[in-house]
């Protein structure tokens, strides 16, 4: 399994990116696919996720109404939509995937990790 990440990037308060994270041998219904992000001196922390069988979408409650996490089973692309981004954003965003993930914002649930793409919110 290989998860490539990209789209992070500068923007100033208010602003939108989208995350993009290529996956590679997450073929299984069963993966959940997962982003984290960590904050500069904080723990990493799980914003949102999905299952690859599925189409219901989990946020954490400092992004839910801003962040949207989509899918592309086609293009096996999970998508990060980030809008009314805001200074606290600011973090190096991970994606994750994991086999029978019940605890979806733990990150010991998850097996695989990209290298992560830097946010920078002004």
């Known amino acids: 399994v290989q998860l490539v990440e990209s789209g992070g990037g500068s923007v100033e308060s208010g602003g939108s990116l989208r995350l993009s994270c290529a996956t590679s041998g997450v073929t299984s219904s069963n993966f959940c696919m997962g982003w984290f992000r960590q904050r500069p001196g904080k723990e990493r922390e799980g914003v949102a996720a999905?299952?690859?069988?599925?189409?219901?979408?989990y946020y954490a409650d400092s992004v839910k109404g801003r962040f949207t996490i989509s899918q592309d089973n086609a293009k096996n692309t999970v998508y990060l939509q980030m809008n009314s981004l805001k200074p606290e954003d600011t973090a190096m965003y991970y994606c994750?995937?994991?086999?029978?993930?019940?605890?979806?914002?733990?990150?010991?649930?998850?097996?695989?990790w990209g290298q992560g793409t830097q946010v920078t919110v002004s």
């Open positions: 994750a995937a994991g086999v029978r993930v019940f605890r979806l914002f733990d990150q010991e649930s998850y097996n695989y």
């Open positions: 999905i299952y690859r069988s599925g189409t219901s979408t």
